[in-house]
T-cell receptor, first 112, second 115 residues
Framework: GDSVTQMEGPVTLSEEAFLTINCTYTATGYPSLFWYVQYPGEGLQLLLKATKADDKGSNKGFEATYRKETTSFHLEKGSVQVSDSAVYFCALFNTGGFKTIFGAGTRLFVKA | NAGVTQTPKFQVLKTGQSMTLQCAQDMNHNSMYWYRQDPGMGLRLIYYSASEGTTDKGEVPNGYNVSRLNKREFSLRLESAAPSQTSVYFC??????????????FGPGTRLTVL
């Protein structure tokens, strides 16, 4: 079945550091890919998405490119802020189904 | 436009008690979902409703029941709560349709403790 694997956390960075959170997936067909973010005490919210190969999703300085050849969708940000501290979830949705498959989540701590 | 709302926000139960978690969405979405989130376990799907009038089991349905009351509302019931059901419960909705990319919109969660 479909699955998502993302790097284990926690990831601890200093403010203004470069962020990469790795995400790879296994799926048949052509799934849509997402990054969701969960701030403390809140529900998940969509950060960015990509619906086909080579698409780049971007939002709030975060970017991820849908790489079908490597089945990856790594999240990057050039300069993190303390306010980016949160849990990040990689996810996929495959056409023909009704369920979104989530990765286990990666907790990010950013120190001032 | 409130999005997805959940009640209650917090609840403490004793083992064996029952309760219903309520969820409503005002985005005219077809699909609704219930997840639980436990430390180190990510999100696990309990039940979902692809459209009004249908419900299906997710990966961890045991000990739960659901009702899709109408297009807006999707409730989760614990008939006889157990300490293993201590968790944070999230309701979500999406536009639905198997051909859509299906962004999910989440509620703020219910934090449940079973003693």
């Amino acid at each position: 079945g479909d699955s998502v694997t993302q790097m284990e956390g926690p990831v601890t960075l200093s403010e203004e550091a470069f962020l990469t959170i790795n995400c790879t997936y296994t799926a048949t067909g052509y799934p849509s890919l997402f990054w969701y973010v969960q701030y403390p005490g809140e529900g998940l919210q969509l950060l960015l998405k990509a619906t086909k190969a080579d698409d780049k999703g971007s939002n709030k300085g975060f970017e991820a490119t849908y790489r079908k050849e490597t089945t990856s969708f790594h999240l990057e940000k050039g300069s993190v802020q303390v306010s980016d501290s949160a849990v990040y979830f990689c996810a996929l949705f495959n056409t023909g189904g009704f369920k979104t498959i989530f990765g286990a989540g990666t907790r990010l701590f950013v120190k001032a | 436009n409130a999005g997805v709302t959940q009640t209650p926000k917090f609840q403490v139960l004793k083992t064996g008690q029952s309760m219903t978690l309520q969820c409503a969405q005002d985005m005219n979405h077809n699909s609704m979902y219930w997840y639980r989130q436990d430390p180190g376990m990510g999100l696990r799907l309990i039940y979902y409703s692809a459209s009004e009038g249908t419900t299906d089991k997710g990966e961890v349905p045991n000990g739960y029941n659901v009702s899709r009351l109408n297009k807006r509302e999707f409730s989760l019931r614990l008939e006889s709560a157990a300490p293993s059901q201590t968790s944070v419960y999230f309701c979500a909705s999406s536009g639905g349709g198997s051909g859509a990319y299906n962004e999910q919109f989440f509620g703020p969660g219910t934090r449940l403790t079973v003693l």
